[in-house]
C-alpha cells in the first residue's frame, strides 16, 4: 500500500510540475476587412504569445512542425497567419488590395487585433521579415521578443541588391516587364511533384511544394506577387531605420540561419549582432526554409531561447 502511495504522488507531483501539453494545432479562417485569412494556433492564449510570419512562397504550413512541438512541450501560445493570396488565405484581385508591404503589415496588424493579441514575440522568415519589423515599428512596446531565420534587415546578407546598379535594384526604381514576365513565367512551368519532376534544393517537400504551386496559380495570383515583389525596394530603403529601431528596443534577440541559403547569405545573421550584441546566433547547416528541412533542431533552439528569457515574456 506504501508503495502505491508513493506512486500516486510521484505520478502527481510530475502532473503539476511538468509543462502544459496542447492537443496540437487547430486551424480556421478569421475575417479580417471581409477577407478569410487562413491560420494555425496552439497553445493556451493565456500563456506568453509567439507569432510566426512566413516567408516567399509558401505559408504558415512552413512552421506547422515547430509551433507542435513547442506548444507540446512549453506553456507558449503560438499562431500564424497566411498572408493574402499565400497559403489558404483569399486571393482579392489587384484592383480591390494593394499588394505592398505596407498594406500586408496592415492586414496582418488588423489580423491580431481581431485574435485578441496586443502583446508578444515574433518570428519572422524571409518576407516575414519587413513585415514584422513594420508592426515593430507601429508599436515596440508590444514586442516581447524578436526571432529571425533567414530575413535581412541589411544588406550584408543581401548580395544581389548590393549593386546599385544591379537588375533588382534597377527593377525596383523603374519596374522591369521583362523581371515580371520571367517571374510569372517560371511560376506558371511548376507542375506538379512526381518522380522524375521533382527538384528540391530548398527541402521544403512536396506537401508545402505542391500547396506553393496550387497557391500561386490561382487565378490573378502571379501578378499579385510581382506587385510585392517590385514593393521589396521599399524593405531595402528601410533597411537604416530599422536598424536604428532594433538598437533601441532592447529585447531577446534569436537569429537562425541555414547556411545553405544563397539567396540571403549568413553574413546578415552576423549583422544582426552590429544592432543587437545581446543576440544569440546559430548558423545551421540547412537551407533557406530550416523549419521545413530541419524543424526538430529549430523547435529545440526556440524552446532555449523561450525558457531562457520566460520572465521577460509577459
Known amino acids: 500500500m506504501k508503495s502505491v502511495l508513493i506512486l500516486l504522488t510521484s505520478l502527481l507531483l510530475a502532473m503539476v510540475t511538468s509543462p502544459a501539453r496542447a492537443d496540437g494545432l487547430h486551424e480556421g479562417w478569421q ?11 496552439g497553445g493556451n492564449p493565456s500563456d506568453p504569445t509567439l507569432v510566426f510570419l512566413h516567408g516567399n512562397p509558401l505559408s504558415s504550413l512552413m512552421y506547422a512542425k515547430v509551433m507542435e512541438d513547442l506548444v507540446a512541450t512549453r506553456r507558449v501560445h503560438v499562431i500564424a497567419v497566411d498572408y493574402p493570396s499565400f497559403g489558404y488565405s483569399d486571393t482579392p484581385g489587384r484592383e480591390v488590395y494593394r499588394y505592398t508591404f505596407d498594406h500586408l503589415a496592415d492586414t496582418v496588424s488588423a489580423f491580431l487585433a ?27 512596446s508590444a514586442i516581447t521578443s524578436i526571432i529571425v ?38 511560376a506558371r512551368s511548376l507542375g506538379y ?30 501578378d499579385a506577387r510581382n506587385d510585392l515583389w517590385f514593393d521589396y525596394g521599399s524593405n531595402v530603403e528601410r533597411y537604416p531605420h530599422w536598424q536604428a529601431l532594433l538598437r ?37 547547416d540547412s537551407t533557406h526554409f530550416a523549419t521545413l528541412d530541419q524543424p526538430d533542431e529549430v523547435a529545440r533552439l526556440v524552446g532555449q531561447f523561450l525558457d531562457g528569457h520566460a520572465g521577460e515574456a509577459r
Open 31 to 41: 475575417v479580417v476587412d471581409g477577407l478569410h485569412l487562413f491560420y494555425r494556433e
Open 149 to 186: 531565420q533567414n530575413g535581412v534587415i541589411h544588406l550584408d546578407g543581401f548580395p544581389s541588391a548590393q549593386d546599385p546598379q544591379g537588375e533588382l535594384r534597377r527593377h525596383w526604381d523603374s519596374r522591369n516587364e521583362t523581371v515580371d514576365a520571367r517571374r510569372a513565367a517560371y
Open 248 to 284: 533601441g528596443l532592447h529585447v531577446p534577440v534569436l537569429v537562425l540561419w541555414g547556411k545553405r541559403d544563397q539567396f540571403f547569405t549568413t553574413p546578415g545573421a552576423v549583422a544582426y549582432r552590429r544592432d543587437a550584441p545581446q543576440a544569440e546566433v546559430h548558423i545551421l
Open 193 to 222: 511533384p512526381q518522380a522524375g519532376r521533382w527538384e528540391d534544393e530548398d527541402h521544403m517537400g512536396p506537401d508545402a511544394m505542391l500547396q506553393m504551386i496550387a497557391a500561386e496559380q490561382r487565378p490573378g495570383v502571379i
Open 114 to 140: 481581431a485574435r485578441g493579441i496586443h502583446r508578444y514575440g515574433l518570428y519572422m522568415q524571409d518576407y516575414g521579415v519587413p513585415i514584422g519589423f513594420r508592426l515593430i515599428d507601429r508599436q515596440p
